[in-house]
Nanobody, 113 residues
Framework: VQLVESGGGLVQPGGSLRLSCAAS????????MSWYRQFPGKGRELVAV????????WYADAVKGRFTISRDNAKNTVYLQMNTLNADDTAVYYC???????WGQGTQVTVSS
């Protein structure tokens, strides 16, 4: 199993980024997927979840209305569209297969002017 995140970087407050997580080594379309983030010196917090079919999603209150999780089962990829970013969103973002020990390596998102 491999999860590879991409799309992080430096963005100004109010800006947008789209994270991608390319999955391999398992039947992607059979698993719920999620995004977590980790602030410096703190544990990981759940940001968003999408079920295997893509028909249902869940968001943390802190990102609701600004972030959108989606997936393309034909491409074995899950996305996190992040809009109206602010400094409090600065963190390392991780892709995770729900209910498993499988994590990506993380991608840094920094929101700063």
């Amino acid at each position: 199993v491999q999860l590879v995140e991409s799309g992080g970087g430096l963005v100004q407050p109010g800006g947008s980024l789209r994270l991608s997580c390319a999955a391999s080594g398992f039947t992607f379309s059979s698993y719920d997927m999620s995004w977590y983030r980790q602030f410096p010196g703190k544990g990981r917090e759940l940001v968003a979840v999408i079920i295997s079919s893509g028909d249902s999603t869940w968001y943390a209150d802190a990102v609701k209305g600004r972030f959108t999780i989606s997936r393309d089962n034909a491409k074995n990829t899950v996305y996190l569209q992040m809009n109206t970013l602010n400094a409090d969103d600065t963190a390392v973002y991780y892709c995770h297969r729900v209910g498993s020990a499988y994590w990506g390596q993380g991608t840094q998102v920094t929101v700063s002017s």
